[in-house]
Protein backbone atom coordinates (compact mmCIF):
# COMPACT_ATOMS: atom_id res chain seq x y z
CA UNK A 1 0.00 0.00 0.00
CA UNK A 2 2.73 2.22 0.99
CA UNK A 3 4.61 1.61 -2.46
CA UNK A 4 1.37 2.28 -4.29
CA UNK A 5 0.63 5.85 -2.52
CA UNK A 6 4.45 6.76 -3.31
CA UNK A 7 4.00 5.92 -6.99
CA UNK A 8 0.85 7.83 -7.30
CA UNK A 9 2.06 10.83 -5.90
CA UNK A 10 5.21 10.86 -8.28
CA UNK A 11 2.06 10.38 -10.49
CA UNK A 12 0.34 13.09 -9.69
CA UNK A 13 2.86 15.51 -9.30
CA UNK A 14 5.07 14.38 -12.51
CA UNK A 15 1.31 14.81 -14.18
CA UNK A 16 0.79 17.78 -13.28
CA UNK A 17 4.02 19.08 -14.42
CA UNK A 18 3.65 17.59 -18.06
CA UNK A 19 0.53 19.73 -18.14
CA UNK A 20 2.12 23.01 -16.83
CA UNK A 21 4.75 22.16 -19.41
CA UNK A 22 2.71 21.23 -22.21
CA UNK A 23 2.83 24.31 -23.88
CA UNK A 24 6.82 24.57 -23.55
CA UNK A 25 6.13 21.66 -26.43
CA UNK A 26 4.93 23.97 -29.29
CA UNK A 27 8.41 25.68 -28.50
CA UNK A 28 10.32 22.56 -30.19
CA UNK A 29 11.00 22.42 -33.72
CA UNK A 30 9.09 19.71 -35.23
CA UNK A 31 12.00 18.64 -37.54
CA UNK A 32 16.01 19.29 -37.59
CA UNK A 33 14.96 21.32 -40.53
CA UNK A 34 14.35 24.25 -37.88
CA UNK A 35 10.75 25.15 -38.53
CA UNK A 36 9.44 26.57 -35.54
CA UNK A 37 5.92 26.38 -34.49
CA UNK A 38 3.77 28.64 -32.50
CA UNK A 39 2.01 28.10 -29.23
CA UNK A 40 -1.82 28.34 -30.89
CA UNK A 41 -4.00 30.71 -29.86
CA UNK A 42 -6.88 27.71 -29.66
CA UNK A 43 -6.71 24.44 -28.85
CA UNK A 44 -6.27 21.98 -31.65
CA UNK A 45 -9.30 20.99 -33.37
CA UNK A 46 -10.04 18.85 -36.74
CA UNK A 47 -12.36 20.53 -39.00
CA UNK A 48 -13.58 18.66 -42.22
CA UNK A 49 -14.98 20.99 -45.39
CA UNK A 50 -16.64 19.00 -47.97
CA UNK A 51 -15.70 19.56 -51.46
CA UNK A 52 -15.14 17.46 -54.46
CA UNK A 53 -12.70 15.73 -56.89
CA UNK A 54 -12.74 18.60 -59.12
CA UNK A 55 -11.35 20.78 -57.00
CA UNK A 56 -8.22 18.61 -56.17
CA UNK A 57 -5.08 20.89 -57.91
CA UNK A 58 -3.75 18.03 -59.98
CA UNK A 59 -5.84 15.01 -59.35
CA UNK A 60 -6.57 14.45 -63.07
CA UNK A 61 -2.29 14.23 -63.49
CA UNK A 62 -1.55 11.93 -60.91
CA UNK A 63 -0.65 8.57 -61.58
CA UNK A 64 -2.61 6.44 -58.20
CA UNK A 65 -1.29 3.06 -58.90
CA UNK A 66 1.53 3.44 -55.82
CA UNK A 67 -0.85 4.96 -53.34
CA UNK A 68 -3.36 1.66 -54.00
CA UNK A 69 -0.85 -0.50 -52.98
CA UNK A 70 -0.02 1.12 -49.85
CA UNK A 71 -4.29 1.14 -49.23
CA UNK A 72 -4.08 -2.56 -50.03
CA UNK A 73 -1.63 -2.98 -47.02
CA UNK A 74 -3.50 -0.73 -44.50
CA UNK A 75 -6.58 -2.43 -45.71
CA UNK A 76 -5.09 -5.95 -44.76
CA UNK A 77 -4.32 -4.81 -41.61
CA UNK A 78 -7.91 -2.76 -41.28
CA UNK A 79 -9.83 -5.95 -42.04
CA UNK A 80 -8.51 -8.26 -39.12
CA UNK A 81 -10.42 -6.00 -36.77
CA UNK A 82 -14.50 -6.30 -36.23
CA UNK A 83 -16.73 -4.38 -38.16
CA UNK A 84 -17.81 -2.21 -35.16
CA UNK A 85 -14.52 -0.72 -33.83
CA UNK A 86 -13.92 2.66 -35.37
CA UNK A 87 -11.12 3.00 -37.26
CA UNK A 88 -8.98 5.78 -35.46
CA UNK A 89 -9.97 8.89 -32.35
CA UNK A 90 -12.54 10.51 -34.37
CA UNK A 91 -15.67 9.18 -35.04
CA UNK A 92 -16.68 10.96 -38.17
CA UNK A 93 -13.72 8.60 -40.04
CA UNK A 94 -16.66 5.91 -39.44
CA UNK A 95 -15.70 2.26 -38.19
CA UNK A 96 -14.25 -0.83 -40.01
CA UNK A 97 -17.98 -1.58 -41.19
CA UNK A 98 -17.84 1.13 -43.03
CA UNK A 99 -14.71 0.75 -45.02
CA UNK A 100 -15.01 -2.56 -45.18
CA UNK A 101 -16.43 -2.95 -48.54
CA UNK A 102 -13.82 -0.17 -50.55
CA UNK A 103 -11.10 -2.09 -48.72
CA UNK A 104 -11.95 -5.45 -49.47
CA UNK A 105 -12.05 -4.54 -53.02
CA UNK A 106 -8.62 -2.59 -52.80
CA UNK A 107 -6.88 -5.91 -51.51
CA UNK A 108 -8.42 -7.87 -54.24
CA UNK A 109 -6.77 -5.29 -57.35
CA UNK A 110 -4.03 -6.41 -59.26
CA UNK A 111 -1.61 -3.75 -59.20
CA UNK A 112 0.39 -4.69 -61.80
CA UNK A 113 -2.43 -4.90 -64.22
CA UNK A 114 -4.23 -1.43 -63.28
CA UNK A 115 -4.70 1.03 -65.61
CA UNK A 116 -3.43 4.70 -64.68
CA UNK A 117 -6.84 6.01 -65.20
CA UNK A 118 -8.68 2.57 -63.43
CA UNK A 119 -6.58 3.56 -59.94
CA UNK A 120 -8.20 7.39 -60.50
CA UNK A 121 -11.66 6.07 -60.72
CA UNK A 122 -11.42 3.17 -57.70
CA UNK A 123 -10.91 6.41 -55.74
CA UNK A 124 -13.46 8.53 -57.11
CA UNK A 125 -16.37 5.88 -57.35
CA UNK A 126 -15.66 4.91 -53.76
CA UNK A 127 -14.59 7.88 -51.83
CA UNK A 128 -15.65 11.96 -51.21
CA UNK A 129 -12.95 14.55 -50.45
CA UNK A 130 -12.56 16.65 -47.15
CA UNK A 131 -10.30 19.41 -47.24
CA UNK A 132 -8.84 19.56 -43.43
CA UNK A 133 -8.52 22.42 -41.03
CA UNK A 134 -7.20 23.45 -38.02
CA UNK A 135 -10.40 25.38 -36.62
CA UNK A 136 -11.32 25.72 -40.42
CA UNK A 137 -7.73 27.29 -40.87
CA UNK A 138 -6.43 24.59 -44.44
CA UNK A 139 -2.79 25.75 -44.00
CA UNK A 140 -0.22 23.05 -42.46
CA UNK A 141 3.52 22.50 -42.29
CA UNK A 142 4.51 19.33 -44.50
CA UNK A 143 8.11 17.53 -43.87
CA UNK A 144 9.82 14.41 -45.02
CA UNK A 145 11.75 11.61 -43.08
CA UNK A 146 13.73 8.57 -45.08
CA UNK A 147 15.21 5.47 -44.34
CA UNK A 148 18.52 5.45 -43.53
CA UNK A 149 21.38 3.06 -44.52
CA UNK A 150 24.30 2.38 -41.94
CA UNK A 151 27.26 0.06 -41.81
CA UNK A 152 27.65 -1.77 -38.66
CA UNK A 153 28.70 -5.63 -37.35
CA UNK A 154 26.72 -7.99 -35.10
CA UNK A 155 29.84 -7.75 -32.53
CA UNK A 156 31.84 -4.63 -31.19
CA UNK A 157 35.45 -4.73 -33.45
CA UNK A 158 37.50 -2.26 -35.70
CA UNK A 159 35.66 0.79 -36.41
CA UNK A 160 31.75 -0.55 -35.33
CA UNK A 161 31.96 1.44 -32.09
CA UNK A 162 28.41 2.90 -31.52
CA UNK A 163 25.55 0.24 -30.36
CA UNK A 164 21.95 0.23 -31.17
CA UNK A 165 20.16 -0.77 -28.24
CA UNK A 166 17.07 -2.84 -27.87
CA UNK A 167 14.53 -1.81 -25.92
CA UNK A 168 15.46 -2.30 -22.14
CA UNK A 169 12.98 -4.63 -19.92
CA UNK A 170 13.27 -2.11 -16.85
CA UNK A 171 11.16 0.57 -18.87
CA UNK A 172 8.03 1.45 -16.95
CA UNK A 173 5.05 3.26 -19.45
CA UNK A 174 2.69 5.09 -17.65
CA UNK A 175 -0.96 6.29 -19.88
CA UNK A 176 -2.04 9.52 -18.18
CA UNK A 177 -5.44 9.54 -19.57
CA UNK A 178 -6.06 6.58 -17.52
CA UNK A 179 -5.69 9.08 -14.18
CA UNK A 180 -7.35 11.86 -15.81
CA UNK A 181 -9.32 12.96 -18.77
CA UNK A 182 -7.21 16.25 -18.75
CA UNK A 183 -4.19 14.40 -19.91
CA UNK A 184 -5.67 12.22 -22.36
CA UNK A 185 -2.96 10.91 -24.95
CA UNK A 186 -0.25 11.33 -23.04
CA UNK A 187 3.15 8.97 -21.93
CA UNK A 188 5.45 9.07 -18.97
CA UNK A 189 8.36 6.72 -19.62
CA UNK A 190 9.71 6.34 -16.31
CA UNK A 191 11.69 3.15 -14.36
CA UNK A 192 11.25 2.32 -11.15
CA UNK A 193 13.90 3.16 -8.20
CA UNK A 194 12.75 1.25 -5.21
CA UNK A 195 9.49 2.70 -4.97
CA UNK A 196 9.56 5.80 -6.76
CA UNK A 197 9.12 6.17 -10.20
CA UNK A 198 11.84 8.30 -11.94
CA UNK A 199 12.71 9.24 -15.62
CA UNK A 200 14.18 7.08 -18.01
CA UNK A 201 17.66 8.09 -18.63
CA UNK A 202 18.46 10.36 -21.30
CA UNK A 203 20.72 10.57 -23.82
CA UNK A 204 24.04 12.04 -22.03
CA UNK A 205 23.12 8.99 -19.45
CA UNK A 206 22.82 6.59 -22.30
CA UNK A 207 25.77 7.58 -23.98
CA UNK A 208 28.32 7.70 -20.93
CA UNK A 209 27.23 4.29 -19.91
CA UNK A 210 24.03 3.87 -18.51
CA UNK A 211 23.08 0.50 -20.44
CA UNK A 212 26.22 -0.67 -20.37
CA UNK A 213 26.61 -4.42 -19.37
CA UNK A 214 23.05 -5.42 -19.72
CA UNK A 215 23.40 -7.44 -23.25
CA UNK A 216 21.11 -4.85 -25.17
CA UNK A 217 23.71 -3.62 -28.29
CA UNK A 218 21.43 -5.15 -31.01
CA UNK A 219 24.38 -4.39 -33.97
CA UNK A 220 27.14 -1.63 -33.97
CA UNK A 221 28.02 0.83 -36.38
CA UNK A 222 30.84 2.76 -37.39
CA UNK A 223 29.25 6.41 -37.33
CA UNK A 224 28.07 7.95 -34.07
CA UNK A 225 26.43 10.68 -36.28
CA UNK A 226 24.41 8.31 -38.58
CA UNK A 227 23.18 6.54 -35.58
CA UNK A 228 21.95 9.95 -34.11
CA UNK A 229 19.96 10.48 -37.13
CA UNK A 230 18.59 6.93 -37.48
CA UNK A 231 16.51 7.79 -34.26
CA UNK A 232 15.28 11.05 -35.95
CA UNK A 233 14.35 8.77 -38.70
CA UNK A 234 12.60 5.57 -36.75
CA UNK A 235 13.90 3.07 -38.86
CA UNK A 236 16.94 2.04 -41.04
CA UNK A 237 19.12 -0.71 -42.86
CA UNK A 238 22.18 -1.67 -41.47
CA UNK A 239 24.65 -3.12 -44.20
CA UNK A 240 27.01 -6.43 -42.28
CA UNK A 241 30.23 -7.06 -43.02
CA UNK A 242 29.33 -9.76 -45.06
CA UNK A 243 26.83 -7.77 -47.51
CA UNK A 244 23.78 -8.84 -45.35
CA UNK A 245 21.50 -6.22 -44.78
CA UNK A 246 19.92 -6.18 -41.28
CA UNK A 247 16.55 -4.00 -40.94
CA UNK A 248 15.46 -2.46 -38.07
CA UNK A 249 12.75 -0.24 -36.40
CA UNK A 250 11.57 1.76 -33.98
CA UNK A 251 10.74 -0.48 -30.71
CA UNK A 252 10.12 2.44 -27.81
CA UNK A 253 11.53 5.72 -26.65
CA UNK A 254 13.19 6.97 -23.45
CA UNK A 255 10.23 9.29 -22.80
CA UNK A 256 12.29 12.98 -22.89
CA UNK A 257 10.86 15.45 -25.39
CA UNK A 258 12.33 15.77 -28.67
CA UNK A 259 14.49 18.95 -29.15
CA UNK A 260 15.76 19.95 -32.89
CA UNK A 261 19.74 19.93 -32.50
CA UNK A 262 18.95 22.17 -35.56
CA UNK A 263 17.82 25.39 -33.16
CA UNK A 264 21.12 24.78 -31.26
CA UNK A 265 23.33 25.09 -33.84
CA UNK A 266 21.42 28.56 -35.02
CA UNK A 267 21.55 29.75 -31.63
CA UNK A 268 26.07 28.93 -31.50
CA UNK A 269 25.65 31.23 -34.71
CA UNK A 270 26.97 28.67 -36.59
CA UNK A 271 24.15 28.23 -39.35
CA UNK A 272 21.45 30.07 -39.71
CA UNK A 273 17.47 29.20 -40.50
CA UNK A 274 18.23 29.81 -44.31
CA UNK A 275 21.05 26.91 -44.19
CA UNK A 276 20.17 24.72 -42.02
CA UNK A 277 19.01 21.04 -42.97
CA UNK A 278 19.86 17.71 -42.30
CA UNK A 279 23.06 18.23 -44.59
CA UNK A 280 24.54 21.30 -42.92
CA UNK A 281 23.98 19.65 -39.53
CA UNK A 282 25.65 16.36 -40.62
CA UNK A 283 28.47 18.12 -41.96
CA UNK A 284 29.12 20.26 -39.50
CA UNK A 285 28.90 17.27 -36.25
CA UNK A 286 31.62 15.53 -38.50
CA UNK A 287 33.91 18.43 -39.27
CA UNK A 288 33.60 19.08 -35.15
CA UNK A 289 34.30 16.26 -33.75
CA UNK A 290 35.06 17.49 -29.95
CA UNK A 291 31.52 19.65 -30.08
CA UNK A 292 29.31 16.45 -31.42
CA UNK A 293 28.69 14.89 -28.41
CA UNK A 294 27.34 18.28 -26.74
CA UNK A 295 25.36 19.05 -29.31
CA UNK A 296 23.52 15.86 -29.74
CA UNK A 297 22.95 15.45 -25.82
CA UNK A 298 21.04 18.50 -26.36
CA UNK A 299 18.25 15.97 -27.85
CA UNK A 300 17.87 13.81 -24.55
CA UNK A 301 15.41 12.04 -26.64
CA UNK A 302 16.63 8.55 -27.57
CA UNK A 303 15.30 5.83 -29.35
CA UNK A 304 15.29 1.85 -28.76
CA UNK A 305 14.80 -0.34 -31.88
CA UNK A 306 13.82 -3.87 -32.53
CA UNK A 307 15.05 -6.02 -36.06
CA UNK A 308 12.82 -6.23 -38.81
CA UNK A 309 11.60 -9.04 -40.91
CA UNK A 310 11.54 -8.65 -44.71
CA UNK A 311 7.85 -9.35 -46.10
CA UNK A 312 9.24 -12.56 -49.04
CA UNK A 313 6.22 -11.81 -50.84
CA UNK A 314 6.78 -7.55 -51.20
CA UNK A 315 10.50 -7.38 -50.22
CA UNK A 316 11.09 -4.40 -51.98
CA UNK A 317 8.50 -2.96 -49.26
CA UNK A 318 9.61 -0.27 -47.15
CA UNK A 319 9.60 -0.28 -43.68
CA UNK A 320 6.92 -0.90 -40.99
CA UNK A 321 4.99 2.42 -39.84
CA UNK A 322 2.85 2.80 -37.02
CA UNK A 323 -0.03 1.01 -38.28
CA UNK A 324 2.22 -2.31 -38.89
CA UNK A 325 2.09 -2.04 -42.31
CA UNK A 326 5.13 -1.40 -44.71
CA UNK A 327 5.54 2.01 -45.90
CA UNK A 328 5.58 2.99 -49.57
CA UNK A 329 7.72 5.46 -51.21
CA UNK A 330 6.82 8.87 -52.04
CA UNK A 331 3.26 8.05 -50.98
CA UNK A 332 2.99 7.12 -47.18
CA UNK A 333 2.43 10.05 -44.80
CA UNK A 334 3.00 10.43 -41.31
CA UNK A 335 0.51 12.27 -39.00
CA UNK A 336 -0.60 12.90 -35.75
CA UNK A 337 -2.57 10.06 -34.34
CA UNK A 338 -4.58 12.16 -32.20
CA UNK A 339 -6.45 13.36 -35.18
CA UNK A 340 -6.13 11.12 -38.05
CA UNK A 341 -6.94 7.78 -38.98
CA UNK A 342 -4.46 5.23 -39.58
CA UNK A 343 -5.46 3.60 -43.28
CA UNK A 344 -7.40 6.80 -44.38
CA UNK A 345 -5.97 8.39 -47.73
CA UNK A 346 -5.02 11.98 -48.19
CA UNK A 347 -4.84 14.16 -50.95
CA UNK A 348 -1.47 16.03 -50.29
CA UNK A 349 -1.21 19.78 -51.64
CA UNK A 350 2.63 21.46 -51.12
CA UNK A 351 5.60 22.20 -53.20
CA UNK A 352 8.57 20.29 -54.13
CA UNK A 353 11.45 19.78 -51.25
CA UNK A 354 14.39 21.20 -54.04
CA UNK A 355 12.27 23.46 -55.85
CA UNK A 356 9.44 25.94 -54.11
CA UNK A 357 7.98 26.99 -57.37
CA UNK A 358 7.42 23.29 -58.67
CA UNK A 359 4.39 21.34 -57.28
CA UNK A 360 4.01 18.28 -55.09
CA UNK A 361 0.61 17.09 -55.38
CA UNK A 362 0.02 13.51 -54.48
CA UNK A 363 -2.79 10.84 -53.21
CA UNK A 364 -0.94 9.41 -50.05
CA UNK A 365 -1.82 6.93 -47.19
CA UNK A 366 -1.83 7.61 -43.35
CA UNK A 367 0.24 4.95 -42.41
CA UNK A 368 2.96 6.43 -39.73
CA UNK A 369 3.22 8.76 -36.95
CA UNK A 370 6.15 11.02 -34.68
CA UNK A 371 6.41 12.44 -31.64
CA UNK A 372 7.05 15.92 -33.76
CA UNK A 373 3.85 15.75 -36.38
CA UNK A 374 1.63 17.39 -34.14
CA UNK A 375 -1.65 19.05 -35.13
CA UNK A 376 -4.52 18.80 -37.56
CA UNK A 377 -3.15 19.76 -40.78
CA UNK A 378 0.37 18.37 -39.98
CA UNK A 379 2.17 16.04 -42.13
CA UNK A 380 5.53 13.80 -43.12
CA UNK A 381 6.10 12.54 -46.18
CA UNK A 382 8.51 8.86 -46.05
CA UNK A 383 10.65 9.36 -48.99
CA UNK A 384 12.30 6.17 -48.81
CA UNK A 385 15.65 4.61 -48.44
CA UNK A 386 18.86 6.02 -50.03
CA UNK A 387 20.94 9.58 -50.76
CA UNK A 388 18.28 10.66 -52.69
CA UNK A 389 16.08 10.06 -50.21
CA UNK A 390 18.32 12.02 -47.60
CA UNK A 391 18.37 14.93 -49.49
CA UNK A 392 14.54 15.21 -50.46
CA UNK A 393 13.42 14.48 -46.79
CA UNK A 394 16.32 17.22 -45.31
CA UNK A 395 15.01 20.19 -47.91
CA UNK A 396 11.60 19.15 -47.35
CA UNK A 397 9.73 22.15 -45.17
CA UNK A 398 6.82 23.46 -46.82
CA UNK A 399 3.16 24.62 -46.01
CA UNK A 400 0.51 23.34 -47.70
CA UNK A 401 -3.19 21.83 -47.75
CA UNK A 402 -4.64 18.50 -47.08
CA UNK A 403 -7.77 16.37 -48.04
CA UNK A 404 -9.06 13.60 -46.49
CA UNK A 405 -10.75 11.03 -48.40
CA UNK A 406 -13.49 8.91 -46.46
CA UNK A 407 -15.80 6.20 -48.23
CA UNK A 408 -18.97 7.93 -49.48
CA UNK A 409 -21.24 5.79 -46.77
CA UNK A 410 -19.27 8.00 -44.47
CA UNK A 411 -20.82 11.13 -44.10
CA UNK A 412 -19.48 13.20 -40.88
CA UNK A 413 -21.79 15.78 -40.99
CA UNK A 414 -24.65 13.64 -39.82
CA UNK A 415 -22.37 12.56 -37.02
CA UNK A 416 -22.25 15.94 -35.60
CA UNK A 417 -25.74 16.31 -36.11
CA UNK A 418 -26.61 13.22 -34.26
CA UNK A 419 -24.31 14.36 -31.46
CA UNK A 420 -24.73 18.01 -31.09
CA UNK A 421 -27.27 19.40 -28.38
Same mark, same amino acid.
Not at 172 to 189: A, C, N, Q, R, T
Given at each position: MKRRLVLSRSLSIISILVGAGAALIWMYWPQITGQIETPPEAEDKLTLRPTSFSELDGWQQDDMRPAIR????????? @?????? /???GPDPRMGTIGQWRAVCEKAVSINIDALRKEDARAFFESGFKPYLSGNRDNPEGLFTGYYEPELRGSLTREGPFQTPIY @? !????????????? +???? !?? /?? @???? @??? +??? !?????RAEIEKGALAGRDLEMVWVDDAVDAFFLQIQGSGRVVLPDGSVLRIGYAATNGHPYFAIGRELIDRGVLTRETVSLQTIRKWLHDNPDQADEVMNTNASFVFFRPLKTDPDDPTAGPLGSQGVALETGRSLAVDRRFHAMGVPVWLETTDPMNADRQFHRLMIAQDTGGAIRGPVRGDIFFGPGDDAALFAGHMNRKGQKYVLLPDVIDPANWVKETTP
Open positions: AFARSCAAM @LRRDDD /KPV @L !KPDDMISVDLGDF +SDEF !KG /KK @LVGR @LTG +SNL !KPYYD
